[in-house]
């Protein structure tokens, strides 16, 4: 009996040492392909970074399993029921795809690997403040060369490390929310981060970063009152920046060739009409609704394919609103004819056909294939396995935050960088660090 015991005892410690070997693992691989992404000033990064992050995830996930709490494995098995269901219906009875299935319901896969991450622990809290450290040398690195040499115009005008963009810097801003209280070169860190936002031109970091920028002082506390007041300024430098450099990129966002841009969707129908003082003519106007307020701002590419959206989702009743569409459903002809601009995002099939995907926005999308539950149902999990982790509101919001200002612009909680960051959250060391500890004994030795 003692030896069966034992036995059962050494098991557990070889898979959490083999749980800590592979969580180490993953940090390495991910600051090689950062230095790969470095020594790529063609392209993002020569070798196929996100396949391989993803493969690591899944590889971290299936030692991680199972949940450990009934809370999580209820929510495992609600987004196991739901893709079960939804991959009946769109692959095997309607022939979609599966590829075209695995980009509109990557989330929810992400939500079942992640439950057994809730309770969790891989990460010392050192380790990830010297990780934060590597990565944003390596992103410095990559998007200051790539700005300054020029070389950023092979890749659309903007600079990656992995990547684009809009999809890495989440994980870099989210990291450095997370490692804040660890760090020691706060104002410095900040200062980088924002460097390299302006450097990257993305709108949508922006806004990230701006969430991370209010909630910091609540993270930690009134001693960052004075830097947080000294970074407000270049908060406001970086805003500028952002939009000046914007200001000048063409819908497409890119320096080769002009490409006709997307049609803007037909303007509602039902215009009022006024009478000219000077010669009597009757001219149309038209009603200021919420629509013609968004036509108005249409030169902005998300705007547009909000448009889109309310195109295809006039007709819909109560019931898709909340649920969504039939699962897997493509968009209209007229509207993937529109946005064959973007042609790279059509339905892998070849057909010509497209799906939400196209409309970039994972608010956008996930209101289309999901609905309102949907995405109720991946705010409502964020918040759950954080709280559960030991975060408090301030924190558990920040993360909530970011990852909605992300789905504003890109997929969120549909990227690879969004379940790392949540992965390091929730299986981030809990209690003071030995670095804090230290300080604390070196501050009790010279009051005493």
């Known amino acids: ?3 069966r015991y034992s036995f059962g005892n050494d098991i557990i ?17 991910i600051v090689g392909l950062g230095v790969g992404g470095v020594l790529s000033p063609w392209d993002y990064n020569v070798l196929p970074a996100v396949p391989m992050m993803e493969l690591m995830v899944l590889l971290l996930s299936v030692l991680v399993f199972p949940p450990k709490s009934r809370l999580s494995w209820l929510f495992m098995l609600l ?3 739901y893709l079960g269901v939804t991959f009946m219906i769109a ?16 989330a929810f896969f992400y939500v079942a690997l992640l439950c057994s991450f809730v309770g969790e622990t891989l990460f010392k809290k050192e380790q990830v403040a010297k990780f ?5 040398l390596l992103f410095l690195a990559k998007y200051s ?23 890495e810097l989440v994980f870099l801003i989210l990291l450095l929310y997370l490692v804040l209280p660890v760090i020691r070169w706060r104002f410095l860190s900040f200062s980088a981060v924002m460097l390299i936002i302006l450097l990257s031109g993305s709108r949508s970091a922006f806004l990230c970063f701006a969430v991370v920028y209010f909630f910091s002082v609540f993270r930690l506390g009134k001693g960052f009152i004075k830097q947080w007041l000294l970074l407000f300024p270049l908060l406001l430098v970086l805003a500028y920046g952002i939009v ?22 037909a303007l509602e129908e039902g215009r009022g009409s006024a009478t000219t ?15 013609s307020f968004l036509e108005r701002g249409a030169s902005i590419d998300r705007v547009r394919f909000l448009l889109y959206f309310l195109n295809e989702t006039e007709d819909w009743q109560w019931w898709n609103v909340m649920l969504g569409t039939q699962p897997l459903t493509p968009l209209s002809v007229q509207t993937c004819d529109d946005l064959s601009y973007w042609s790279d995002l059509h339905s892998f099939s070849g057909d010509g056909s497209c799906y939400s995907v196209i409309l970039h926005s994972y608010i956008i999308r996930v209101l289309y294939d999901h609905g309102v539950a949907g995405l109720l149902f991946l705010v409502v999990f964020t918040v759950y396995a954080l709280r559960k982790s030991g975060y408090s509101w301030a924190d558990t919001l920040c993360v909530l935050g970011v990852l909605l200002a992300s789905s504003l612009s890109v997929s969120a909680f549909n990227s690879v960088f969004a379940v790392l960051s949540m992965i390091f959250f929730l299986s981030h060391e809990r209690g003071p660090s030995s670095a804090a500890l230290r300080e604390e004994r070196e501050r009790t030795v010279q009051h005493a």
């Open 13 to 29: 410690q070889y898979r959490k040492r083999g749980q800590s070997l592979v969580a180490m693992l993953m940090m390495l691989l």
């Open 244 to 265: 000046s450099d914007r200001m000048d990129i063409s819908l497409g966002g890119g320096s080769g060739p002009a490409v006709q841009a997307p049609s803007m969707p």
């Open 1 to 3: 009996m003692q030896r």
């Open 277 to 291: 003082p000077e010669t009597g003519e009757v001219v149309e106007q038209e009603p200021l609704t919420f629509r």
């Open 91 to 106: 692959v095997i009875m309607n022939d979609a795809h599966i590829l075209d299935y695995v980009q509109a319901y990557k």
């Open 145 to 167: 060369y790539s700005r300054l040499l020029g070389l950023d115009s092979w890749v659309s005008q903007r600079p990656g490390i992995f990547t684009e963009n809009n999809f």
């Open 79 to 81: 987004a196991g029921a």
């Open 132 to 136: 934060f450290y590597v990565l944003l």
